[in-house]
C-alpha cells in the first residue's frame, strides 16, 4: 500500500476546505440527494462526497456505507485530489500497487473505485464525489460524464453555503454599524441640543436686553441664532432618522383614518392660506402602524406646506383600500420638483429646493426618514411630480392582521 501524497500547496488548499465550514457538519437533504442519484447513474452500491482534512477524509454524504470519516493516509480520495485526472478510475484495486493491503479494500471490499475531485474556483481540490463497488469494473462514457458534472453540482452548493455565511457576515456588521450610528446620534443629541438651547436663548436675551446694540451686531446675533436652529434641526432629523425602526413595532393599531387625518392637521397647517382635503371624508379603520403611519404623514403635509410657491396651498389626502394594501395619496399644488431629481428626493441629506417658503435651507432628512420607516413597514412610496404645478406621493401599506394578546 501507498499512502497518499501531500499537495505542495497543503497548507492553501486546507485553508480553502476549512472556508466551507463543512468538516465535522450532519447530512444534508440537497448532498443526500446528489449521492443518491451518483449511485443509480453509476450503479454503484455505495456513493461519497468527502472532504480530504489534515489527517482524514471527513464524509459529508454517504449513499450505501455507515461510516463518517476515515484515516486520509488510506483514503483513495487522497490520491483522487493528488493527481490530475479529472476522474480517478480504479478498476480492480487489489491490482493496484496503492491500495494492495489497504484496509478498505480488506475490511470493506472496496475493489472499484471512481473519484471526481471538487475543486473551487481557485483550483484548489478538496474532496471528491465518488463511488465505489465491491467488484471490478469501470464506468462508460457517459456515466464518467455524469460523475463529472454532479462534482461541479457539489461545488456549487458548496459555493451557496459559503455565500450565505458571507451575507450573514455583512448583515451583522451592517447591523452594528448602524447601532454605532444610532448610539453616536444619541451622544451628539446629549451633547449639542443643550449648547445649542443655551446659545438661542442668550442671543435672545441679548437681542431683548440690550438697548445699545448696533443694527450689525442685531444682525449678527440673528444670523447666530438662524445657524443654531438650522444645526439643531439637523440634529432631530438625524436623530428621528436613526431612531425610525423603533417606531414600528410589530403589534399593529385600529387607526381611525378620519381622526389621523385631523389629528395631522392639527400638528401642521397653522396657516389660513392652506386647505387640506381628504377622500373619503367618511370614517373607515386602517390596522397599522399608528405611530410610523402619523410621522410619515406629518413630513409629507409639512413638506406640502413648507415648500409651497402658491399664494393658496392645496393639499389632497386620499385612501383606497385594496384587496392586500392601502394605498395613500398626498398632492399638493406647491412648486414641483424637477424631473432630473425625482430619483434622489429620498437619498439622505438630498435637497431638491435651495430654501423653503421662510428661507430656511432643508436638512434632506425628513423625505429619506419617510422611505425608511416604510421600508420597515414593508411598504413603498412613489413620487410624481410637474415642475411648477403640482407634486403627489403614493403610499402603499400592506393590511396587517390586528393581533389580540390573551391575559391568563
Not at 27 to 46: G, V
Not at 244 to 257: A, I, P
Request: proline share 3%; with cysteine; net charge negative.
Amino acid at each position: 500500500m501507498i499512502s497518499p501524497p501531500i499537495p505542495d500547496n497543503e497548507h492553501l488548499r486546507q485553508a480553502a476546505v476549512e472556508k466551507y465550514r463543512l468538516l465535522d457538519t450532519m447530512p444534508e437533504e440537497s448532498y443526500d440527494n446528489i449521492t443518491s442519484i451518483i449511485s443509480t447513474i453509476c450503479d454503484a452500491p455505495i456513493s461519497l462526497i468527502t472532504l480530504v482534512d489534515k489527517n482524514r477524509t471527513f464524509i459529508k454524504s454517504r449513499n450505501g456505507l455507515d461510516m463518517s470519516e476515515s484515516p486520509r493516509d488510506t483514503s483513495f480520495c487522497g490520491h483522487a485530489i493528488a493527481g490530475n485526472e479529472e476522474v480517478m478510475i480504479v478498476p480492480d484495486a487489489r491490482e493496484d500497487k496503492r491500495f494492495k493491503g489497504n484496509p478498505l479494500v480488506e475490511g470493506f471490499k472496496a475493489i472499484f473505485y471512481a473519484g471526481a475531485p471538487l475543486i473551487d474556483k481557485n483550483g484548489y481540490k478538496l474532496g471528491t464525489l465518488c463511488v465505489y463497488d465491491h467488484q471490478p469494473r469501470t464506468l462508460t462514457e457517459k456515466q464518467v460524464d455524469a460523475l463529472k458534472a454532479m462534482a461541479k453540482q457539489v461545488m456549487s452548493l458548496f459555493e451557496e453555503r459559503f455565500q450565505t455565511f458571507e451575507l450573514q457576515k455583512m448583515k451583522e456588521q451592517v447591523e452594528v454599524r448602524n447601532q454605532e450610528l444610532k448610539d453616536f446620534a444619541g451622544i451628539v443629541s446629549h451633547d449639542l441640543k443643550a449648547p445649542l438651547s443655551n446659545i438661542i436663548m442668550i442671543t435672545d436675551l441679548l437681542r431683548k436686553g440690550e438697548k445699545n446694540l448696533s443694527q450689525q451686531s442685531d444682525q449678527y446675533l440673528g444670523y447666530l441664532k438662524e445657524s443654531s436652529n438650522s444645526m439643531s434641526r439637523y440634529i432631530d432629523g438625524m436623530l428621528q432618522f436613526y431612531r425610525s425602526e423603533e417606531l414600528v413595532s410589530e403589534d399593529y393599531d385600529e387607526v381611525s383614518y378620519v381622526d389621523l387625518i385631523e389629528e395631522v392637521i392639527a400638528m401642521t397647517v397653522m396657516d389660513e392660506s392652506v386647505e387640506v382635503r381628504y377622500i373619503p371624508e367618511k370614517d373607515t379603520t386602517l390596522i397599522t402602524n399608528e405611530i410610523a403611519l402619523k410621522q410619515i404623514l406629518i413630513n409629507l403635509i409639512s413638506n406640502a406646506v413648507k415648500y409651497s410657491d402658491k399664494d393658496h396651498t392645496h393639499i389632497d389626502i386620499k385612501l383606497i383600500k385594496h384587496q392586500e394594501e392601502y394605498e395613500l395619496t398626498v398632492r399638493d399644488n406647491g412648486s414641483g420638483i424637477a424631473p432630473e431629481n425625482i430619483n434622489s428626493v429620498f437619498k439622505l441629506f438630498y435637497v431638491a429646493a435651495k430654501q423653503d417658503r421662510n428661507g430656511k435651507q432643508g436638512t434632506g432628512i425628513g423625505l429619506a426618514t419617510v422611505a425608511r420607516l416604510l421600508e420597515h413597514m414593508d411598504g413603498r412610496i412613489t413620487v410624481d411630480s410637474q415642475l411648477g404645478e403640482w407634486t403627489e406621493f403614493k403610499i402603499h401599506l400592506p393590511k396587517k392582521v390586528k393581533t389580540y394578546s390573551s391575559i391568563h
